[in-house]
């Protein structure tokens, strides 16, 4: 789990924590609010009505007492026998008052107390009675003395009983009071903890979410300026450091360089191994072009496998060269890729400010163009210098001249023949092409065809080639010479599902036997696709020409995968001829492709054949055919036409 869902989770719990607080909180409230009302229901609707009415019961008595004097002063019997109704209504009224006390009585204690009310009461009741009969009677005498003696100390014992019951009544009270404090003593603090935990809580939940949106923040504008497979920084980051070096370099009117660079054989890696072994090339790459540069220095990823390195502290051209030597030395140590070492290395362009240019766009393209040149020099790197730029066509402006190009008939084909070793005659032709540039000039295919090839456009450009190959084919043989023709097509061509049928129409509307074309396609663009390869080989196959691997060496395929293929030919890259005589590895390398290659059922072409060592040497080695300088240049037409008219390799001779 990342820290990023690890924060959301804990801000989830927290959030979920506090509201479950506030909720605990507002109930415990709202029980503690309920309670309390129930305990001043109960002091003021029981235990104050209780009081009162034990006091009404003993005013009652009190007045039933008085009555007696009040009837002994009579002399009337009928106002004494009207007195004594009134002396048993108060009792009456004291009876009915007990009765709602009794109906009232929760606890034992209370019913105990009103027992003993009842008790004395009822010791009481003879001698009241007898009191009103000895005064009706007429013996007041009498009557006052059980009045005095017995009437009364029995009434205030019945009285001292109600008391016990009303200070009783009054304890209760207070109890209950005490209670109601004490509750709410224990639940203010149990809100106040609950508070104070609610409170801490939310305090570290916003410092988290705080911290969170900040991490988050950061993250975003991380990505926003750096690359983030090689983590390091963007085109737009290394576009705003550009800048400032500028600005300060003007201000400080110090000079700086700018390197670009990209991988050589980067492609390649990434169509045969696949995107996954070109990540780890790229993440390598960064580490090691990081780890030749000061704090200071900036090195960003421009895109694909193009990066630019920004000397801040190189004020001169030899330091610069320095730290590019060290840089191409670094990316040169081959990268494991599950137990395979890669091996690539860069090409580095490189330009000082402001010598070369004083705006970002200058200074790139110079820095662009001098690292193009780089690839064909041995070192590595290359210094811009102005005649660079004589033949260096920017890509962008490229790629809808390239358009123009086809449609404008630009694009001329040059012819290079190819040498049967059995008899030392041509035995066909490779079509290469070229761009006739109203500016540029003359441009060799290496200076368009990766365009091309990027921007979808080698789609008609091949289908152009095909075409005017095989209407030059047509016309030589209305000359009377039968040359097949090789054309190169690429990884894109092969992957198009149109491109078999294409071919095919081609073929029949120019009216070319399938067996006077060859396609060639290279190692490289074969492995990239290899299931849409075989599939398109085969349809090409079973149109009736010939297919040939071109560039072979330099690929990562097996022979073995060639064999399903229905591959005619296999033309061994040019690298490894040349120098053959001189390198021994490459002369064992030519020497064990031409013998797989016949173990195979394959023909083997030399390409690069520039002395007549090499060519001597390949003959030895049972190569069957070659091409070269030392044979033929390629070519135009005309220039073609005369080379068959006097070369001792024509056949004519
Ligand atoms: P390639 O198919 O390997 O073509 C052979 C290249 O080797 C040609 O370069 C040719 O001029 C050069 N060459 C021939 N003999 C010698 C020699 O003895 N010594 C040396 N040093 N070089 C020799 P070119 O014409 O510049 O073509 C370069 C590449 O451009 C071709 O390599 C091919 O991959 C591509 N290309 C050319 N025409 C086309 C095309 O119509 N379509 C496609 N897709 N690619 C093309
Ligand atoms: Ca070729
Ligand atoms: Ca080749």
Redesign the pocket.
């Known amino acids: 789990m990342s820290t990023e869902e690890k924060l959301n989770i804990a801000l989830k719990i927290g959030f979920g924590l506090v509201l479950l607080l506030l909720v605990s909180s507002m109930l415990i409230g709202l029980m503690q609010m309920s309670a309390t009302n129930n305990r001043l229901e109960k002091i003021v609707y029981q235990d104050m009505v209780k009081r009162e009415l034990a006091l009404s019961s003993s005013l009652a008595l009190y007045a039933r007492l008085n009555k007696f004097h009040e009837m002994i002063m009579m002399s009337d019997v009928f106002e004494q026998e009207a007195e004594s109704h009134n002396i048993r209504k108060l009792g009456l009224v004291y009876l009915d008052i007990r009765r709602k006390l009794e109906e009232l009585a929760e606890s034992d204690k209370e019913r105990e107390l009103l027992g003993n009310i009842r008790e004395q009461v009822v010791k009481a009741r003879p001698y009241t009675e007898k009191v009103i009969t000895e005064i009706i009677a007429g013996d007041k005498d009498k009557a006052v003395t059980i009045l005095r003696d017995k009437a009364i100390p029995n009434q205030n014992e019945v009285i001292d009983r109600i008391n016990e019951y009303i200070s009783f009544q009054k304890s209760e009270i207070d109890n209950a009071v005490k209670e109601a404090i004490d509750s709410y003593h224990e639940t203010r603090l149990l809100l106040l903890l609950l508070g104070s935990a609610t409170f801490f809580i939310g305090i570290v939940i916003s410092i988290v979410a705080i911290r969170s949106v900040s991490i988050q923040a950061k993250l975003l504008q991380h990505q926003a300026m750096y690359d983030g497979l090689t983590n390091l920084p963007n085109r737009a980051l290394f576009a705003d450091r550009f800048n400032q070096a500028i600005l300060y370099g003007r201000r400080e009117k110090q000079s700086f360089a700018l390197l670009t660079m990209d991988l050589n054989r980067f492609k390649e890696i990434n169509d045969t191994l696949g995107h996954e072994a070109g990540d780890t090339v790229l993440q390598a790459a960064a580490v090691q072009v990081r780890g030749c540069l000061r704090e200071s220095d900036t090195v960003a990823r421009m895109g694909g496998d193009e990066f630019a390195v920004l000397l801040a502290t190189a004020t001169d051209l030899n330091g610069s060269i320095t730290v590019a030597r060290k840089i191409l030395a670094a990316v040169k140590q081959p990268v494991d890729y599950k137990g395979q070492k890669l091996e690539i290395d860069a090409s580095l362009g490189i330009v000082m400010f402001p010598e070369h240019g004083d705006n970002p766009d200058e200074l790139l393209r110079a820095a662009d163009v001098a690292m193009y040149h780089a690839k064909e020099g041995q070192s590595g790197y290359r210094i811009y210098d102005e005649e660079l730029n004589d033949g260096m066509v920017s890509h962008l402006v490229m790629q809808n001249e390239i358009r123009d190009a086809i449609n404008n008939n630009e694009l001329v084909?040059?012819y290079?023949p190819r040498i049967d070793f059995r008899n030392n005659t041509i035995n066909g032709v490779?079509?290469?092409?070229?761009w006739q540039h109203p500016k540029h000039g003359l441009l060799?295919?290496?200076k368009f065809?990766p365009q091309a090839e990027q921007s979808g456009l080698?789609k008609p450009?091949?289908y152009y080639?095909l075409r005017e190959s095989l209407m030059q084919c047509a016309e030589w043989k209305a000359r009377g010479m039968t040359l097949p023709v090789s054309?190169?097509?690429?990884a894109i061509?092969i992957q198009d599902p149109e491109f078999p049928g294409q071919v095919a129409r081609l073929l029949e509307e120019i009216d070319v036997p399938a067996s006077q074309l060859e396609l060639?396609l290279?190692e490289t663009a074969v492995m990239a696709e290899p299931v849409r390869a075989v599939e398109c080989i085969k349809k090409l196959h079973d149109l009736g020409l010939q297919v040939a691997v071109?560039?072979f060496g330099t690929g990562y395929s097996s022979m073995a995968y060639l064999k399903e293929l229905l591959v005619a030919r296999i033309?061994i890259?040019?690298s490894f001829v040349?120098d053959m005589i001189d390198n021994h590895n490459d002369a064992v390398i030519v020497r064990s492709t031409v013998e797989l290659g016949h173990n195979l059922g394959m023909k083997v072409i030399a390409?690069?054949?520039?002395d007549q060592n090499v060519w001597d040497r390949l003959k030895e080695m049972g190569c069957d055919g070659a091409?070269?300088?030392?044979m033929g240049?390629?070519l135009d037409p005309v220039e073609f036409l005369a080379w068959m008219n006097d070369s001792p390799w024509s056949s004519d001779k």
Do not use: M
Not at 487 to 490: C, L
Not at 607 to 610: A, D, Q, S, Y
Not at 627 to 630: A, M, R, V
């Open positions: 084909l040059h290079q490779e079509a290469l092409v070229r060799a295919p290496d065809i080698i450009l091949t080639v054309v190169n097509i690429s061509n060639e290279t071109d560039d033309k890259d040019r040349t390409e690069g054949v520039e091409q070269g300088f030392y240049r390629p």
